[in-house]
Each structure stands twice: as structure tokens, then as C-alpha cells.
């Protein structure tokens, strides 16, 4: 089992930023490719940004690419979100997700999420 808790989130004015954390515990970090995924209300979640297990390839949703980076210390077993020129619509509740895997899935196939951490942009 891993554990996964998400920090940071909070309310911020449009063209703010914020940097969420993902805290884990259980497995070997390291083992583990890292997403994160956002979902507004009534909306499916979707895929935001990932990054593979030893922190060498980055993948982005088109909708955040250039404002946001994820990056993670494996010495720490956290991952980081760091976003920028927030928008309204980057509103919504964010998970951290893990999968035992050397690629990063952009769809909900991850072995494990946190509870999520709310993040609201208001313009």
C-alpha cells in the first residue's frame, strides 16, 4: 500500500500561484511513476501533469503546459505541483496519484490517490 496526502491547496486571485505537495508513505517511493489530476465540479477528473520515477521526463495536459511543472524528491518521498498564471479554471479539487510503472499513464490508471487538496482561482 501507498499512502498518498496532498497539502497546499487554498483560495488564490487569477494570475497567482500555488505549489501543492504530495506527501507518501509505505512503498518504495521511487518505485512509483507520479500524476496529477484536477477535477472541477461536474466535471470528469482529468489528467494535469506527471512525472516518471526518477524525475527525468515531465508530461503536461495542454490546458497547463508552460504554467505548471511537477518535480519530486525521492530522498523525501514527495512530489511536487507548482503552479503559475492561475486561471479560473484551474479551479477543482487536485489528486496526486501513484503507479507502479516506468511510464506515466495520462488516464485514471493509477494504483493509488490521495484524498485531494481544493484549489479555487477567482478572477
Known amino acids: 500500500q501507498v499512502q498518498l496526502v496532498e497539502s497546499g491547496g487554498g483560495l488564490v486571485q487569477a494570475g497567482g500561484s500555488l505549489r501543492l505537495s504530495c506527501a507518501a508513505s509505505g512503498r518504495t517511493f521511487s518505485n512509483y511513476a507520479m500524476g496529477w489530476f484536477r477535477q472541477a465540479p461536474g466535471k470528469e477528473r482529468e489528467f494535469v501533469i506527471g512525472i516518471t520515477r526518477d524525475g527525468s521526463r515531465i508530461y503536461y495536459a495542454n490546458s497547463v503546459k508552460g504554467r505548471c511543472t511537477i518535480s519530486r524528491d525521492n530522498a523525501k518521498n514527495t512530489v511536487y505541483l507548482q503552479m503559475n498564471s492561475l486561471k479560473p479554471e484551474d479551479s477543482g479539487v487536485y489528486y496526486c496519484?501513484?503507479?507502479?510503472?516506468?511510464?506515466?499513464?495520462?488516464?485514471?490508471?493509477?494504483?493509488?490517490w490521495g484524498q485531494g487538496t481544493q484549489v479555487t482561482v477567482s478572477s
Open positions: 496519484a501513484a503507479r507502479n510503472s516506468a511510464t506515466v499513464p495520462t488516464t485514471l490508471t493509477y494504483d493509488y
